[in-house]
């Protein structure tokens, strides 16, 4: 197993112990801050954006309020690109930069209670004007809108061809890598996406939980490549299912 994915393993173990990095960290909690400090600053590497840009971005995604959706997130989706992409032949450099911007910008605004936030996010990429072809920034702000139904987006990417469309379906299936990891570290994300859905009340949040994971459990496939639906697609359903009781007991 090469280092990256050794890497990568030791990241899907991770995935909820991540620290929120607006606030102050000490021993193994400020090593995870700072392993994911590092992983931001690889992946910006390949985000052709300038510095008063990329630092508005880590400012973001630091801020208190940043629960779930905080840099921690974007250096676990690096991290499983890095080690699984080439598997989709999506290790080639043009890739790489394509699935760094959408990975870096696709959680730029998280505003509880807002149903724009996928469309804020592509137009503040679009606003930061990365230095490359126009076709690409369109690209990568449509798959970051496309993160706004995975299902939906995913089942109209499988119609269509080419690598675009397997880089696209590709960030879709990093972006719920998280649904698959074991019991105990789903019910710990599950509660940080709660703290940043702090305008619902239980009730509410149950009602939202309940919808989201029945549409997923009733997708013929929630990882649509094989790197992740081979190792994630069978606990991904079995959390999906132990949440799904939950929320019918209340």
């Known amino acids: 197993m090469g280092q990256d994915a050794r890497g990568a393993e030791a990241c899907m173990q991770r995935l909820s ?24 600053a690889e992946m910006m590497a390949h985000v052709p954006v300038g510095e008063a840009e990329r630092g508005a971005l880590w400012r973001q995604m630091t801020a208190p309020n940043r629960h779930y959706h905080d840099a921690g997130h974007l250096a676990d989706l690096w991290r499983l690109h890095r080690a699984y992409g080439a598997e989709v032949d999506l290790a080639r450099p043009e890739d790489t930069s394509l699935i760094a911007c959408a990975i870096a910008y696709h959680d730029a605004v998280v505003v509880g209670g807002a149903c ?26 449509e798959t970051i809108l496309a993160t706004a139904d995975h299902m939906g987006s995913g089942a109209a990417i499988c119609g269509e061809a080419g690598r675009r469309a397997r ?9 719920l890598a998280s649904l698959g990891l074991p019991w105990p570290q789903f019910t710990a994300n599950t509660a940080r ?53 939950k929320v019918a007991a209340g």
């Open 167 to 175: 880089a696209r379906q590709w960030m879709l299936d990093l972006d």
């Open 116 to 141: 724009d936030n996928e469309r804020r996010s592509a137009e503040q990429w679009m606003a930061d004007r990365a230095a490359m072809p126009e076709a690409d920034r369109l690209w990568v702000a």
């Open 17 to 40: 112990r991540r620290p929120d990095m607006g606030g102050p960290v000490r021993g193994a909690t400020r090593r995870a801050a700072g392993q994911a400090a590092a992983a931001f």
């Open 193 to 245: 996406l709660r703290q940043e859905a702090s305008h619902l009340d239980d009730a509410q949040w149950r009602g939202a939980l309940g919808c989201f994971f029945s549409r997923l459990g009733a997708s013929p496939t929630i990882y649509r490549l094989p790197p992740l639906h081979d190792r994630l697609e069978r606990q991904a359903r079995e959390n999906i299912e132990r949440c799904l009781d």
